[in-house]
C-alpha cells in the first residue's frame, strides 16, 4: 500500500493538444479518489498515464514513493478494472484470476489460496470454472475486480468500471466497490463521468475540464462551495442555477428582484449568483422575493422541480411535494447560501460555508 | 473456387450472431439462391458426377465403346506402389505447405499489427502475391531456382550447397513447396491480420499489468483468441494445397524428376489427360474428393471442440 503523488503532470499529443494539462495531485495511502469531468476532459488519459499505458509528456507520477514514468505498466505494482472488464475470454474465472500471478512465479499454492480468498470475498467461488462469456455483467463486473484484488497492489485503478452495467446494478455494485476498498485499505483512483458515483464514492473528489483541475475537495465541500461556475453545473443534480446579478454595496439585484445580503457583499459590480435548486424556499409575506414565473413541474415523488423565469433568466426550484404552485412563486433564499462567480473566467469570489459536519470524511464501520 | 468461397461466407456467420429473416413469397428464396446453385451444379456436382460414373467404367481414348468394371480401377490403385507414393508426396506437399504459410502469414500479421502508420503499405506489399497467377509464380520460383541461371543456386552454392531440382527430387520437392506456400502468404497473413486487429486493445493492455511481456502476450492472448481464424485457415490451406496447386507444379518441375513432385491432384491430370486412362484418372479424383472430405469432416468435429472459447 502506497501514496500517489502527481507532479505537474502533461499529456501532450502531437500538433500540441494538451489532453492533461499540468495536472498536480498528492493521494495519501488508502485514499479513494474519483476523478471526475466531461468526455474529453482528459480523465482517462490521465488514469491511463498513471497505469503506464500512456506517456508522460511532462511531470512526475511516483506511488509508494518510487518515481514510475520510465517504468514497464507490470512494474509500477498497481492493477486496472477497465470499462469493458478486459476479462480473457478463453480462460475460466480461475484462470483470469491467477494469471497475473503466474506470471509473477507466484508459487501454485499461493495463488489458490488467494484465488479462493478472493472468490469468497467477491461471492464468485461458484462461477470459478466457468468462462467470462457464460457471466452476467455483474459477474463479470467482480471477476473483473478480482482479477484487480487477488494481486494486492499498491493501488487500483478504476476506468468508468460501471458505465456498461444497467442503472439498479450500478448502484448496488458502486455500494460494493466502496465496501471493498474500506475493507482492504488499497489507495484508489477511480474515473467517472457520472457526477453522482463521483459523489458517492469519493473521499476526495478531482473535478476536470479541458485538461485542467477545475477543484480538489471532499465531495460536500466541491458540493457546497464550488471553486467555479463550471463545477456549480457540473456537480450535482438538479444542476446549480447560474444566473447574472448585480452587487453594490450589500445588496444584490436580480433583474427586478433585489436581495439584502445582510453584509458586506464580497465583490461589486456585475457577478454571477450561483444558486442550488433546493437553497429557495417560499417567501413568507412581506419578505424580499424573487418572482418567478412558472413555464412546467417536474415531479420526482419526493420532491418537484419547478421550472420558470426570473426577469428573462431560467431557475429551477425543487419544493416539497405539499405546497400548491401557482402561475407564480415568490421564492426567497438565506444570503448565505449564495454563491457568486466572476463574470470573467468564472472563478469562485468569496468562501464557501459548508456544513459543519461535512468536513470530515465519514468514515463507516464495514 | 466456388467451393472454397463458400467456406469463407460460413465462418463469419458462425463468429456473429446470425439474424433470422423470413420471407413473404415461398419462391423467392429459391430465386435468390438460384445463380448461385446453378453454377455449383454445373461446373461442381455435374463434373463430380461424371468422375463417379466414369470411375466405375472402362473407356477407350476416343470414347468410342465404354465398359461397367465396377471397383476395379480402385483396386488397382491400392496396388499400385506409384499411387501409394503420390499420396505420401501429397501429405508431406500438404502439411509441409500449411505449416510454412500459415506460420509465415502469422509472423508478417504479428508485424504489421505492431505498426501504426505505415502498416497499410505493408499491408498492401504483402498481399500482391496472392494477385499473382499461380503459373506465374511457378516460372518465377522457377527462373530464381534455375540451376544454370538462377539466382539462388549461385548463392547457394557458396555454402556447399549444390542445387538442381531437375535432378535431386527433394529439391523439386523443396521449390514447389517454396513457391506453393509463397502464393498462399498473402491470404494468411490477410486473415490473421484481421484476427489480430480485432482483439480488443483492452486486453492487451490488462495482460501488460498482468505482467505479461509482448511475446507472452502473443503466445497467451492473442494466439488463443485466433484460434477460430487458425482453424479456419488450416481447413482452407489443406484444401488448396490438394487441388489448387495444380498450376505450381505443372509450371516448375512438371511432376519430376522421377515423379519426386507428382501429387495427387497432378497424377490425376498426368493419368487423365497425359495417359489418357480416363477410368483411373476418374477414380483418383473421386479418391482425392474423399480425402478432402474426410479431412474437412475430422477438422470440424474434432478440431473445432477445441477452438471455442
Avoid at chain 1, 81 to 103: D, E, I, S
Avoid at chain 2, 288 to 308: G, K, N, W
Wanted: glycine letters at 8%; aromatic letters at 10%.
Amino acid at each position: 500500500m502506497a501514496g500517489i503523488k502527481i507532479a505537474g503532470v502533461s499529456k501532450i499529443y502531437a500538433g500540441g493538444v494538451k489532453a492533461v494539462n499540468s495536472v498536480s495531485i498528492d493521494i495519501a495511502d488508502g485514499e479513494f479518489i474519483v476523478l471526475v469531468g466531461p468526455s474529453g476532459c482528459g480523465k482517462s488519459t490521465l488514469l491511463r498515464m498513471i497505469a503506464g499505458l500512456e506517456g508522460i509528456s511532462d511531470g512526475e507520477v511516483s506511488i509508494g514513493g518510487r518515481v514510475v514514468n520510465r517504468m514497464e505498466p507490470a512494474e509500477r505494482d498497481i492493477a486496472m478494472v477497465f470499462q469493458n472488464y478486459a476479462l480473457y475470454p478463453h480462460m475460466t474465472v480461475y484462470q483470469n484470476l491467477a494469471y497475473g500471478l503466474r506470471n509473477r512465479g507466484t508459487p501454485k499454492a499461493e495463488i489458490d489460496a488467494r484465488v479462493a480468498e478472493a472468490a469468497r470475498m467477491l461471492e464468485i467461488t461458484q462461477y470459478l470454472e466457468r468462462k467470462p462469456r457464460a457471466l452476467s455483467g455483474g459477474q463479470r463486473q467482480r471477476v473483473a475486480m478480482g482479477r484487480a484484488i487477488v494481486r494486492k497492489p499498491a493501488a487500483f485503478l478504476f476506468d468508468e468500471p460501471l458505465s456498461n452495467l444497467d442503472a439498479k446494478l450500478r448502484v448496488s455494485m458502486r455500494g460494493e466497490i466502496k465496501r471493498l476498498q474500506r475493507r482492504l485499505g488499497t489507495t484508489s483512483i477511480y474515473v467517472t463521468h457520472d457526477q453522482l458515483e463521483a459523489m458517492t464514492l469519493a473521499d476526495r473528489l478531482v473535478v476536470l475540464n479541458g485538461g485542467r483541475i477545475e477543484q480538489i475537495g471532499s465531495p460536500l465541500e466541491v458540493y457546497h462551495a464550488p471553486a467555479s461556475t463550471f463545477v456549480a453545473s457540473f456537480i450535482g443534480s438538479p444542476a446549480m442555477n447560474l444566473v447574472s446579478g448585480e452587487l453594490h454595496g450589500n445588496r444584490l439585484a436580480i433583474g427586478p428582484a433585489v436581495i439584502e445580503l445582510g453584509a458586506q457583499a464580497p465583490a461589486s459590480g456585475p457577478v454571477t449568483v450561483g444558486i442550488r435548486a433546493e437553497d429557495l424556499r417560499l417567501a413568507r409575506d412581506g419578505e424580499a422575493a424573487l418572482p418567478l414565473n412558472v413555464d412546467y413541474v417536474e415531479e420526482l415523488g419526493a420532491q418537484r422541480l419547478v421550472h420558470g423565469q426570473v426577469g428573462d433568466q431560467m431557475l429551477t426550484v425543487a419544493l416539497s411535494p405539499a405546497i400548491a404552485i401557482g402561475e407564480q412563486l415568490s421564492l426567497a433564499i438565506d444570503p448565505a447560501r449564495l454563491h457568486f462567480f466572476a463574470v470573467d473566467g468564472g472563478r469562485r469570489i468569496g468562501e464557501g460555508s459548508v456544513p459543519a459536519h461535512a468536513s470530515a470524511p465519514v468514515a463507516q464501520p464495514v | 473456387m466456388p467451393v472454397l468461397l463458400s467456406f469463407v461466407r460460413q465462418t463469419p456467420g458462425r463468429l456473429m450472431e446470425t439474424k433470422k429473416t423470413t420471407f413473404d413469397s415461398r419462391l423467392l428464396p429459391y430465386l435468390l439462391l438460384a445463380p448461385q446453385l446453378f453454377i455449383t451444379l454445373v461446373f461442381f456436382i455435374w463434373p463430380a458426377a461424371q468422375a463417379v460414373k466414369s470411375s466405375f467404367e472402362r473407356e477407350d481414348p476416343f470414347g468410342l465403346s465404354t465398359a461397367f468394371v465396377g471397383l476395379l480401377h480402385y483396386q488397382r490403385l491400392f496396388e499400385d506402389p506409384n499411387y501409394i507414393d503420390a499420396l505420401l508426396r501429397t501429405a508431406v506437399f500438404a502439411v509441409s505447405v500449411t505449416a510454412l504459410s500459415m506460420v509465415l502469414g502469422l509472423a508478417f500479421a504479428a508485424a504489421v499489427d505492431r505498426l501504426v502508420r505505415t502498416g497499410r503499405v505493408y499491408t498492401t506489399l504483402l498481399v500482391w502475391p496472392y494477385a499473382v497467377a499461380p503459373v506465374v509464380a511457378g516460372v518465377l520460383w522457377w527462373f530464381l531456382f534455375n540451376s544454370t541461371t538462377g539466382l539462388m543456386p549461385f548463392f547457394l552454392e557458396k555454402v556447399g550447397i549444390h542445387w538442381d531440382h531437375d535432378l535431386n527430387g527433394t529439391q523439386a520437392m523443396i521449390l514447389i513447396i517454396i513457391a506453393a506456400a509463397w502464393k498462399q502468404v498473402s491470404y494468411n497473413f490477410l486473415f490473421f491480420l484481421a484476427g489480430l486487429q480485432s482483439v480488443p486493445q483492452s486486453l492487451m493492455e490488462a495482460a501488460a499489468i498482468d505482467g505479461s511481456g509482448p511475446v507472452k502476450r502473443f503466445f497467451t492472448i492473442s494466439l488463443p483468441l485466433l484460434s477460430p481464424t487458425t482453424f479456419f485457415l488450416f481447413i482452407i490451406n489443406v484444401n488448396y494445397t490438394m487441388f489448387d496447386t495444380f498450376p505450381i507444379v505443372d509450371a516448375t518441375t512438371v511432376g519430376g524428376p522421377a515423379q519426386a513432385t507428382t501429387t495427387l491432384v497432378y497424377k490425376v491430370y498426368q493419368d487423365g489427360y497425359l495417359g489418357l486412362n480416363l477410368g483411373s484418372s476418374s477414380a483418383q479424383s473421386v479418391l482425392l474428393m474423399m480425402i478432402v472430405m474426410v479431412l474437412t469432416f475430422v477438422q470440424f468435429r474434432y478440431v473445432e471442440r477445441r477452438v471455442q472459447y
